[in-house]
């Protein structure tokens, strides 16, 4: 267990605090963020979600720089990414900050992204993210983040940045999707 994989570990621990704050009855009142008005508990839960969110650079950067990129980082970094991920989307419903079908879009690719990646590990296989999952990884972060901070600093102008990086983050994750199976397609086609 290498300090990369530790800190892709602290991510999916992050995980339980982040939803306590920002699904339990928790009334810690009203504040004004660069223009939104939004819940303490939902700008500490962004905090949060945020902080979870850099530990993949990090982690990323320690394993390249230091030679330490291992099996199991490359499966438990994109794992904590879609544990993460999906969470913040589900609360993101939950709150009635980001419609349903989308989240059901984003999650459902990522579902079957990680059903093919336990195809390629039956084959002994292990593919790391590329780097069309790594733009929509961090355009699904951007977009989750906005939401959560109420479309923070945008408000100001009556500009629906949150809502439109939403639909960013959907249309990578589409794509990257179809890009990761395309790639891989030889798991379905030598299947016995």
Request: proline share 4%; hydrophobic share 60%.
């Amino acid at each position: 267990m290498n300090l990369p994989n530790k800190i892709t570990i602290s991510r999916i621990f992050l995980i339980p605090l982040f939803l306590l704050i920002m699904l339990a009855p928790l009334n810690w009142g009203e504040m004004v963020f660069l223009g939104a008005e939004l819940p303490v508990k939902h700008f500490a839960g962004a905090m949060i979600f945020i902080i979870a969110s850099t530990t993949d650079w990090i982690d990323g950067y320690y394993a390249r720089k230091y030679n330490m990129v291992t099996n199991l980082g490359k499966f438990l970094d994109p794992l904590a990414d879609k544990l993460l991920v999906s969470a913040a989307l589900i609360v993101l419903v939950e709150l009635g900050l980001a419609p349903s079908w989308i989240v059901i879009i984003i999650i459902s690719r990522e579902f079957a992204v990680t059903g093919l990646r336990l195809v390629l590990a039956g084959e002994g296989e292990v593919v790391a993210a590329g780097q069309l999952g790594k733009i929509k990884t961090w355009a699904q972060i951007i977009a989750i983040s906005a939401l959560l901070l109420h479309n923070a600093i945008f408000e100001l102008i009556n500009f629906p940045f949150a809502t439109i990086a939403l639909w960013v983050a959907m249309l990578f994750t589409i794509w990257s999707g179809w890009d990761y199976f395309k790639h891989n397609k030889t798991a379905f086609v030598n299947s016995k």
